[in-house]
Nanobody
Framework: QVQLVESGGGLVQPGGSLRLSCAASGFTFNSYYMTWVRQTPGKGPEWVSTIATGGGTTTYADSVKGRFTISIDNAKNTLYLQMNSLKPEDTALYYC?????????????WGQGTQVTVSS
């Protein structure tokens, strides 16, 4: 059974940083692309970043390029998203997903999400 459990969200001031984590289980972690997706109320999901867990290749949405860094720890089956220079428009529910992008992967393998709020 595929399980994806996010953590690390919270309230942060503009310009601040957060690191999201996603603990994965129930599948061979280093055989899949892994992706972060975010969503705000009333809008569709937005693809944020993807990493090839086997080779480490990364891609980013233009809106986060240079500020966010996706990474993995294959020994711990964990996906990360380091978010720096956060802006109010980064406020969203962030999901860890199995699969590549863009666009966001199918909802079948999404975590429950972790809320990130950027506000002063």
């Amino acid at each position: 059974q595929v399980q994806l459990v996010e953590s690390g969200g919270g309230l942060v001031q503009p310009g601040g940083s957060l690191r999201l984590s996603c603990a994965a289980s129930g599948f061979t972690f280093n055989s899949y692309y892994m992706t972060w997706v975010r969503q705000t109320p009333g809008k569709g999901p937005e693809w944020v970043s993807t990493i090839a867990t086997g080779g480490g290749t990364t891609t980013y949405a233009d809106s986060v390029k240079g500020r966010f860094t996706i990474s993995i720890d294959n020994a711990k089956n964990t996906l990360y998203l380091q978010m720096n220079s956060l802006k109010p428009e980064d406020t969203a529910l962030y999901y860890c997903t199995r699969g590549g992008g863009p666009p966001p992967p199918l909802r079948r393998y999404w975590g429950q999400g972790t809320q990130v709020t950027v506000s002063s």
